[in-house]
């Protein structure tokens, strides 16, 4: 596999890291308008992240996590604390600056794929570095395919890939950039066992290579259990998970699987 | 459940959906009223030519079982003949009318009660020992209101002077005089003797059953010397502005029911689209087709009705407005099959193009939903194509059931419309093979073009329609007006002039420059009979059955000469004089004689004779006021004859003494006042006018609508791309350019298509409506700006779709 990292890449123009934590949340909070009045759903968030560093948010489901996804990506806004990306307000920047910065950094895989449907395999990776006006995108792009095993693919549209397939386009597209940082929301989330350990072990594998920080959210303990750090969020706060605690969890997940 | 016709209102494709069907509702139900308003003013004013919605034509009176057929309607009779007035030792061939106190069954009779006097209108005609005369034979007699007249036998009072009947002939001069008096005195003035030439026109009114039982009961009783004429087979000549309104509003049935058609196809698409996972997941519960059927699209269809009712309800106001303002009389004209379709029209419509989308919901299989698919596989797409390009056709069909008139048009706009987008196709295609060099935005815009066949073609297709339909509609609507007005333009001749002199030209412009009246060419006029044809008399040469049909044997004819064809004459065949001793005859006349180019003709003069040549044949529009000519000769022909000249002028109002000094001046002349005639000329220009800007303005707000339908359509998918672009890093202006080129290729794309459908749709189009070749005008190039503006309002609506926030893809909102 190492192999295929040896061809000499184009450069993408990523930035070189200027801080030691690469992604930081100040006393993040967000609340929305219900019908009862306002509805608290992140509350007091601290976390960070350094270079390099993988982390696992997991949670029940309505907890928050795709909303603190959202939020550490500058998808969404914070109502309260405030997000830094490379040390510099993220959060605060507007739509507009925040895409370009994400753009310059970060890099998505989602659980439903979200390709664009009307570019093929090749023209859905060329994509992101197209917007970031790499020098090569085409060429780039081949050799991610072609390192996620889909090099007979290139010219296949999304709707004739099966659902891993699409999922490791996601990947390419994702490494493609270079980012300094990932972020996964349920990557095997739309994917059966089988299909999701192999993405599972394909995204650790390129995020391990690459040396790109990972931010992930699942319901998948034994993926979590592959990141250094395990955050757990419960009612809109964030508790940072143990060690023993985690195996416990895990062990628990695959007897209950077993049974 | 008890909201539950509610619940699709909260969808916007529903609310784009409803308001299509409200505008095809009101536009459809005010295009049927306003259309039965025409068609009943056209057959009035039919029925008011012919005398009734039945004319019994012969040389003697009908035959008793004839009566006893006609008794139960309502009949006038008239009897027709030409006689001589004498008086005083001037002689006057006149055409006598002898009416019954029935006649006229429609319209009035313009009489005034002296020569210069103000016109009035009379249900009905003289009374038993009066007689009515045109000004000419004040004029010729030197009599006035008062005098007493011998027709024949019988004295009679001249009590008032005729302006206009109601089934007057368009032509407004004649060499022979009108006089009417009552049939009462018919058989006292003796001149029926055998050798007169008489006809006998029984009048008949009734409702269309009606007539067409009495056509059908009368028809085997005709004797030879007799014939039928109904509303439908008249032969009266083009009714002008009505004519032309009516096929115009003929089309704008069929464009706006196509152009309706297009926003429910498109806005239903967006729908399905919604509708989708709610139809896999009852089919994912079990739940059978017949259940589904119900659950969407019962609910669907109730929803849709009040949309349709409130649109019809607001056609019909509008056209009750319309109607007051134009001061038309009476009940709506719509028949309670119009009725039915107004109430029908919208749903057929719906039927045609939102179904055989809606039932792609039936089929969609349970397993979509865990594919997390939203787009179901529509029904063949033959058949949906089929479904919606058949239903505006049959429909427009229906309503208007004057398919024939437009056919031509109908096939070309049918095969361009759903042909132009796919043969545009392969350039889009190819524009994005060949996209590799072009900045990102243009790369961008031209795939999510290019790829999405299904979302682009109807979309092209819809957009092209719309363009075509728009810059037609101002085009065609704009140059019917000019039509109108050039026919009757504001100092239109009011008077004609007869019988003038050369001696009198001096007399008669120091007269006309005294009164500030605009004047005419002068034509000189020989007075001659045509007597045969390529050497064969005409009593030989033309059947007894056509020359009963054709006055112009019977009487004199104006014959006259011009180096210069008149302007609003076109020839149809031949060429104008090419030499000399040639006459250029009127193609409907040379029709019914059955005269051809190069055949030879012999006129009878007081001079001789007049060998001439037919060298052209000559379509004449009759609804103009300028003098028009059954024979034209070419300059010479008409030389060592003896000649009176006509003119027409126009003379501002102002009072009758002073039309009165010129008869002082000219008592020989004869003159016409018109003004009765261009009084009624402009009142039907002014009401069609107003009529053809209302469904101009139809017309055009179909478009638009269709055009907006087409920019709401794919908000959706451009919402879900934005999203992803704005997720990777894409800026907000990187969005606006892939948002602008997208909309500039695709508008460019449809304008390009819709000038090729007007330039092709053009000549069919003036052709039928206006009788004339198209003439290039910057509407041809409307679409192009059409096409920029709607690719600046698409940008503006996509704004919703630009501010998508990326977030949404994480929510799966997408």
């Given at each position: 596999m190492n192999k295929n990292l040896e061809i000499e890449l184009p450069s993408t123009g990523a930035p070189l890291l200027q801080a030691e934590s690469l992604l930081q949340a100040e006393s993040v909070g967000k609340t929305v308008p219900g019908p009862d009045g306002e509805l608290t759903l992140l509350e007091d968030i601290d976390f960070t992240l350094s270079p390099g560093q993988s982390v696992a948010i997991t949670g029940p489901s309505g907890s928050g996590k795709s909303t603190l996804l959202g939020l550490l990506a500058g998808l969404d806004t914070p109502t309260s604390g405030e997000v830094l990306l490379d040390g510099k307000p993220f959060s605060k920047l507007d739509e507009d600056g925040r895409a370009v910065r994400r753009g310059e950094l970060c890099a998505f895989v989602f659980q439903h794929f979200h390709l664009v449907n009307d570019l093929n395999a090749l023209e859905n990776v060329m994509l992101p570095l197209e917007l970031k006006g790499a020098a090569s995108p085409r060429k780039?792009?081949?050799?991610?395919?072609?390192?996620?095993?889909?090099?007979?693919?290139?010219?296949?549209?999304?709707?004739?890939?099966?659902?891993?397939?699409?999922?490791?386009?996601?990947?390419?597209?994702?490494?493609?950039?270079?980012?300094?940082?990932?972020?996964?929301?349920?990557?095997?989330?739309?994917?059966?066992?089988?299909?999701?350990?192999?993405?599972?072990?394909?995204?650790?594998?390129?995020?391990?290579?690459?040396?790109?920080?990972?931010?992930?959210?699942?319901?998948?303990?034994?993926?979590?259990?592959?990141?250094?750090?395990?955050?757990?969020?419960?009612?809109?706060?964030?508790?940072?998970?143990?060690?023993?605690?985690?195996?416990?969890?895990?062990?628990?997940?695959?007897?209950?699987?077993?049974? | 459940m008890t909201n539950s016709w509610l619940r699709p209102w909260r969808d916007r494709a529903f609310q784009l959906l409803a308001l299509a069907i409200s505008i095809a509702g009101f536009a459809l139900s005010s295009i049927i009223l306003l259309h039965a308003e025409l068609e009943q003013r056209f057959a009035v004013r039919t029925a008011e030519m012919l005398g009734g919605e039945l004319a019994l034509t012969g040389t003697r009176a009908p035959e008793p079982a004839q009566i006893e057929l006609i008794k139960t309607n309502a009949t006038a009779t008239v009897v027709d003949f030409s006689t001589v007035l004498v008086l005083n030792d001037e002689l006057l061939l006149v055409s006598a009318r002898a009416v019954d106190n029935k006649y006229p069954l429609y319209g009035q009779m313009q009489i005034a009660s002296g020569r210069f006097e103000g016109t009035h209108a009379?249900?009905?005609?003289?009374?038993?020992?009066?007689?009515?005369?045109?000004?000419?034979?004040?004029?010729?007699?030197?009599?006035?209101?008062?005098?007493?007249?011998?027709?024949?036998?019988?004295?009679?009072?001249?009590?008032?002077?005729?302006?206009?009947?109601?089934?007057?002939?368009?032509?407004?001069?004649?060499?022979?005089?009108?006089?009417?008096f009552n049939q009462h005195d018919l058989e006292a003035t003796g001149v029926l003797g055998p050798g007169t030439r008489i006809t006998y026109r029984q009048m008949?009114?009734?409702?269309?059953?009606?007539?067409?039982?009495?056509?059908?009961?009368?028809?085997?009783?005709?004797?030879?010397?007799?014939?039928?004429?109904?509303?439908?087979?008249?032969?009266?000549?083009?009714?002008?502005?009505?004519?032309?309104?009516?096929?115009?509003?003929?089309?704008?049935?069929?464009?706006?029911?196509?152009?309706?058609?297009?926003?429910?196809?498109?806005?239903?698409?967006?729908?399905?689209?919604?509708?989708?996972?709610?139809?896999?997941?009852?089919?994912?519960?079990?739940?059978?087709?017949?259940?589904?059927?119900?659950?969407?699209?019962?609910?669907?269809?109730?929803?849709?009705?009040?949309?349709?009712?409130?649109?019809?309800?607001?056609?019909?106001?509008?056209?009750?407005?319309?109607?007051?303002?134009?001061?038309?009389?009476?009940?709506?004209?719509?028949?309670?099959?119009?009725?039915?379709?107004?109430?029908?029209?919208?749903?057929?419509?719906?039927?045609?193009?939102?179904?055989?989308?809606?039932?792609?919901?039936?089929?969609?299989?349970?397993?979509?939903?865990?594919?997390?698919?939203?787009?179901?596989?529509?029904?063949?797409?033959?058949?949906?194509?089929?479904?919606?390009?058949?239903?505006?056709?049959?429909?427009?069909?229906?309503?208007?059931?004057?398919?024939?008139?437009?056919?031509?048009?109908?096939?070309?706009?049918v095969i361009l419309g759903a042909g132009l987008p796919a043969l545009l196709w392969p350039l889009l295609k190819g524009l994005?093979?060949?996209?590799?060099?072009?900045?990102?935005?243009?790369?961008?815009?031209?795939?999510?073009?290019?790829?999405?066949?299904?979302?682009?073609?109807?979309?092209?297709?819809?957009?092209?329609?719309?363009?075509?339909?728009?810059?037609?509609?101002?085009?065609?609507?704009?140059?019917?007006?000019?039509?109108?007005?050039?026919?009757?333009?504001?100092?239109?001749?009011?008077?004609?002039?007869?019988?003038?002199?050369?001696?009198?030209?001096d007399t008669f412009n120091t007269w006309l420059e005294k009164q500030e009246a605009i004047t005419q060419p002068l034509y000189p006029i020989v007075r001659g009979r045509l007597t045969e044809i390529n050497g064969v008399p005409v009593s030989q040469a033309v059947t007894k059955e056509k020359e009963n049909r054709n006055e112009a044997l019977n009487r004199d004819l104006a014959l006259t000469e011009a180096a210069d064809m008149l302007p609003s004459n076109k020839i149809n065949e031949g060429a104008w004089h090419p030499a000399k001793n040639t006459v250029s005859v009127e193609q409907e006349l040379a029709d019914r004689l059955g005269l051809r180019l190069g055949d030879k003709l012999l006129f009878i003069t007081s001079q001789g004779s007049i060998n001439t040549e037919i060298a052209s044949l000559r379509e004449v529009d009759w609804d103009t006021f300028e003098p028009n000519f059954y024979f034209m000769f070419a300059p010479g022909g008409l030389a060592e004859q003896d000649v009176t000249w006509l003119t027409g002028f126009w003379l501002p109002t102002g009072d009758g003494k002073r039309l009165a000094e010129l008869m002082l001046q000219l008592p020989h002349i004869t003159l016409l006042d018109v003004n009765t005639l261009l009084n009624k000329a402009n009142e039907i220009i002014g009401q069609a006018s107003a009529a053809t800007a209302l469904l101009a303005a139809l017309l055009m707000l179909a478009a638009t609508l269709v055009l907006t339908a087409a920019l709401l359509g794919g908000q959706a998918q451009r919402g879900r791309d934005n999203a992803l672009l704005r997720t990777l890093g894409g800026n907000r202006a990187l969005l606006y350019r892939v948002t602008w080129a997208e909309f500039i290729t695709l508008c460019g794309c449809a304008a390009l298509a819709a000038m090729i459908i007007i330039f092709a749709a053009l000549y069919p189009l003036t052709a039928q409506l206006l009788n004339d070749n198209p003439t290039l005008s910057y509407w041809q190039l409307i679409p192009l700006l059409i096409g920029l503006g709607v690719a600046g309002v698409g940008v503006l609506a996509s704004r919703g779709a630009l501010r998508k926030p990326a977030l949404s893809l994480l929510r799966d909102e997408a």
């Open positions: 780039t792009a081949s050799h991610w395919l072609q390192r996620v095993g889909l090099e007979h693919r290139l010219k296949h549209f999304p709707a004739t890939l099966s659902g891993g397939e699409q999922q490791r386009v996601a990947l390419a597209r994702a490494f493609a950039v270079q980012p300094q940082l990932l972020f996964a929301d349920e990557p095997t989330g739309s994917l059966d066992h089988a299909n999701g350990g192999r993405i599972g072990e394909l995204l650790f594998d390129l995020n391990r290579e690459s040396g790109t920080a990972l931010v992930l959210v699942t319901h998948d303990q034994q993926l979590a259990k592959r990141c250094q750090r395990h955050l757990q969020l419960e009612e809109g706060r964030l508790f940072e998970r143990s060690e023993s605690s985690i195996e416990s969890l895990a062990e628990a997940a695959t007897e209950s699987s077993a049974q | 009379v249900q009905a005609g003289p009374t038993p020992g009066e007689v009515w005369v045109a000004d000419q034979v004040l004029d010729r007699l030197h009599v006035q209101p008062g005098d007493e007249l011998n027709i024949g036998q019988k004295k009679l009072k001249l009590s008032a002077v005729i302006r206009q009947l109601p089934d007057q002939s368009a032509g407004f001069y004649s060499m022979s005089p009108r006089i009417v008949i009114s009734g409702d269309a059953g009606q007539i067409s039982r009495l056509q059908k009961n009368l028809e085997p009783t005709l004797r030879p010397d007799q014939r039928l004429e109904d509303i439908e087979n008249a032969a009266v000549r083009s009714m002008g502005p009505l004519k032309q309104l009516t096929l115009w509003a003929n089309l704008a049935v069929l464009l706006v029911s196509m152009l309706c058609g297009a926003t429910i196809y498109l806005a239903t698409s967006e729908r399905v689209a919604h509708r989708s996972r709610l139809a896999g997941l009852l089919r994912s519960f079990g739940a059978p087709r017949r259940q589904i059927i119900s659950r969407l699209l019962g609910s669907e269809f109730i929803a849709i009705l009040p949309a349709s009712a409130i649109g019809s309800l607001v056609g019909i106001a509008l056209i009750s407005i319309l109607r007051q303002s134009l001061d038309w009389q009476g009940s709506m004209a719509a028949t309670s099959v119009q009725w039915l379709t107004i109430l029908f029209a919208p749903m057929v419509l719906w039927l045609a193009f939102a179904l055989p989308r809606l039932t792609a919901l039936v089929r969609v299989p349970a397993i979509d939903v865990l594919n997390q698919r939203n787009k179901p596989k529509p029904l063949s797409t033959n058949i949906e194509l089929t479904a919606a390009l058949g239903a505006p056709v049959l429909l427009a069909g229906f309503l208007t059931s004057s398919l024939a008139d437009l056919g031509n048009l109908l096939a070309l706009l994005d093979l060949v996209s590799g060099k072009l900045p990102l935005a243009s790369r961008l815009a031209l795939r999510r073009l290019s790829r999405r066949p299904s979302l682009t073609l109807p979309l092209l297709a819809a957009l092209t329609m719309a363009m075509a339909v728009l810059a037609l509609a101002g085009q065609t609507g704009n140059q019917l007006l000019d039509d109108w007005r050039s026919r009757l333009p504001e100092q239109a001749p009011n008077h004609f002039v007869l019988n003038l002199f050369e001696k009198d030209f």
